[in-house]
């Protein structure tokens, strides 16, 4: 049975860095499209940032590109957001989710896999 667990998130101040992760069980994130998403509360969830792991294309939404970077590591079968410049609007729920076909996308509803989310707080 597949399963994805984020982790790595936590209480950072203003211009702080995390990196989350994304640990995948039961398959193989190549060849996986591996999206970061993100809800507040009172808000939908939004795309954060995608990557296709056979092309290694990426996308980021516009208010985190330069900051955020996402990452896939093959051999832990992990996917990585690392996260700098971090700013009271990045606080969220963080969520990890994979599609078995590329490209990847930034909408939850192309998404059958999720983790369970890991809290980011941004705060001083």
């Known amino acids: 049975q597949y399963q994805l667990v984020e982790s790595g998130g936590g209480l950072v101040k203003p211009g702080g860095s995390l990196r989350l992760s994304c640990a995948a069980s039961g398959f193989t994130l190549n060849n996986y499209a591996i999206g970061w998403f993100r809800q507040a509360p009172g808000k939908e969830r939004e795309g954060v940032s995608c990557?296709?792991?056979?092309?290694?294309?990426?996308t980021y939404e516009d208010s985190v590109k330069a900051r955020f970077t996402i990452s896939t590591d093959n051999a832990k079968n992990t996917a990585y957001l690392q996260m700098n410049n971090l700013k009271s609007e990045d606080t969220a729920v963080y969520y990890c989710a994979a599609r078995a076909l590329g490209p990847c996308f930034m909408t939850p509803g192309a998404y059958s896999r999720w983790g369970q989310g890991t809290q980011v707080t941004v705060s001083s």
């Open positions: 990557i296709w792991t056979r092309g290694g294309v990426t």
